[in-house]
């Protein structure tokens, strides 16, 4: 970002006995300014910082495995999640649904613009991101946590970063904030990253579109290591591998049981108590199909 954030205001309201098994996190919810891609890659962005701030604590189902049915209710009907959590054995009570929103605004200023002819006022193109993290029990629709902040954004600054970096700290502060046990000790994040399938269009514009929504995806990526992974397939890419697993570093997962994989699903796949079947291509060599973990 080209501005600090503010510091992230947050609310609670304590579930007494609250035991968390399991978050599902919606897609990224705007109210316009944000291209449907930068959606779909905020989104990612979301379902992997879930996964990485929860860090084993609990099951996480990404924004790519549920759909939403009724955006402007908090209960079980909100999206179709209770399937697949009925399906995975655990309690409804102890879900919570991750539900977040970026609002862009524009934001009236003026700055001095440099020009052959020396520098002369003019009005700048500034705009406003806030974020609203929601930590909702759906069994109950209780906003057991919600934490927000803004940050103003100079799109003529040095570093800007997208909403990104804001939805991060949003997220970590609601999760945080969250008063309630964990159904299980926390693990070793996974170190990955998220690879979208392929978007933007053709051509020039159409490659530095998805190496701009592959960065947005992914805190952290380089500009010349996005250039390299564009050319691999959509999945997960593995930094850093587990000894005790079958990964290794450079791998792309694929597929999971016959479904494409995500950073979620994965790491779901190695709290589980059964064997699954991965679809891997790695660095070098041909695609391999292991039983993991």
């Not at 930068?38 to 924004?63: E, F, M, Q, Y």
């Not at 993290?133 to 799109?155: K, M, N, W």
């Not at 000790?185 to 530095?208: F, I, N, Q, R």
């Amino acid at each position: 970002m080209a501005a600090c954030a503010s510091t992230p205001v947050r609310r609670t309201d304590p579930v007494p006995g609250l035991r968390v098994s399991a978050v599902v996190v919606e897609p990224l919810r705007t109210s316009g300014g944000v291209s449907d891609d930068d959606v779909l890659a905020l989104s990612a962005r979301l379902g992997l910082r879930a996964v990485t701030r929860i860090s084993g604590r609990a099951r996480v189902w990404g924004p790519t495995e549920i759909r939403v049915l009724h955006p402007d209710r908090a209960d079980w009907t909100a999206t179709d999640a209770l399937t697949v959590i009925k399906a995975s054995g655990v309690a409804p009570a102890e879900v919570l649904l991750l539900r977040a929103r970026l609002e862009r605004s524009s934001a009236e200023g003026r700055q001095e613009v440099a020009g052959r002819a020396g520098s002369a006022a003019g009005a700048s193109a500034e705009w406003i991101d806030r974020v609203r993290v929601e930590l909702i029990q759906p069994s109950t629709s209780t906003v057991v946590v919600e934490s927000s902040a803004e940050v103003r954004v100079d799109p003529f600054g040095s570093g800007v970063q997208g909403p990104g970096p804001l939805i991060d700290q949003v997220l970590d502060d609601a999760v945080t904030g969250l008063e309630a046990g964990w159904a299980r000790a926390p693990l070793p994040a996974l170190d990955v990253w998220t690879l979208l399938p392929p978007s933007g269009g053709m051509g020039l514009d159409g490659e530095l579109r998805r190496l701009g929504q592959l960065r947005l995806a992914n805190p952290g990526l380089g500009e010349d290591e996005a250039a390299r992974l564009m050319r691999r397939p959509p999945g997960v890419y593995v930094r850093q591998a587990e000894v005790i697993t079958r990964l290794h570093a450079g791998d792309v997962v694929t597929g999971l049981d016959g479904a494409p994989a995500s950073p979620p699903s994965l790491d779901r796949a190695r709290q589980g108590t059964r064997e699954v079947r991965l679809d891997i291509e790695p660095a070098t060599g041909s695609v391999r199909h292991v039983r993991w973990p």
